[in-house]
């Protein structure tokens, strides 16, 4: 299997008591450069371990992950912003800072960035722009995790992995940041979407099933 970024064999499992939660069960997945792929399934089926393993913000117990650039695979947990971000479900913006300065943010975490000339249009595009020196935790719900993908797509990366990324939108709103998801594809990027959303789900290139851990080919939902 080959990919910008690929799983292979994955195996992730969780202690529950006396019992274990088997998250991941020998998951192969791979995503290559300019294609959008929604990952489907119910709550508990595995689709958030699948990302945050992608991310490299969890590890395998068995298996493997890892960034494929110019034939150099890495870890996911060894990239820099302009490679990899996450639109996580728990959002990750920092409340202390505005709206500008939570999209401006990785642009001070990594040094390989030095600024992001489309960040006006991408906080257009997201209806973001007119809240650009409100602090976010002044913010709706909804507007947050728009900045939240807004500063994951305005620094043109290689992978983008949105977890329910419009899980807190309305209908115009989810169509903006289904657009600007697909608008990042359309220029190279990679996109992964863990979502139950349907107007996501008919926009992507490929759709996989998620249950009870394990991976599965969906050609429509």
């Not at 450069?33 to 699948?50: D, F, H, I, Q, R």
């Not at 975490?109 to 992001?116: F, M």
């Not at 220029?187 to 107007?199: E, F, K, M, N």
């Amino acid at each position: 299997m080959s990919g910008l970024l690929q799983m292979v064999g994955g195996v992730r499992n969780y202690p529950h008591g006396d019992d274990t939660v088997r998250a991941l069960r020998n998951v192969d997945f791979a995503v290559g450069s300019g294609e959008c792929v929604a990952v489907v399934g119910p709550s508990g089926s595995g689709k958030s371990t699948l990302l945050l393993v992608l991310a490299g913000w969890e590890v395998l117990d068995q298996g493997t992950v890892g960034f494929d650039s110019i034939g150099q695979v890495r870890p996911p947990a060894s990239l820099s912003w302009d490679e990899l971000t996450v639109v996580p479900q728990l959002l990750g913006l920092v409340p202390e800072l505005t709206v500008m300065e939570n999209i401006m943010l990785p642009v001070r975490l990594s040094p390989r960035l030095h600024e992001a000339p489309q960040v006006t249009e991408w906080m257009q595009t997201l209806d973001v722009d007119k809240l650009r020196d409100r602090g976010v935790e002044y913010c709706s719900l909804g507007e947050q995790q728009r900045v939240a993908v807004c500063r994951a797509v305005a620094h043109s990366p290689a992978v983008v992995l949105a977890d329910e990324p419009t899980a807190h939108q309305d209908g115009d709103h989810a169509l903006a940041v289904t657009g600007a998801l697909r608008s990042l594809a359309a220029q190279g990027c990679a996109v992964v979407i863990g979502t139950h959303d349907v107007s996501v789900i008919r926009n992507v290139d490929r759709i996989v099933r998620m249950a009870d851990g394990a991976l599965h080919l969906a050609d429509s939902e």
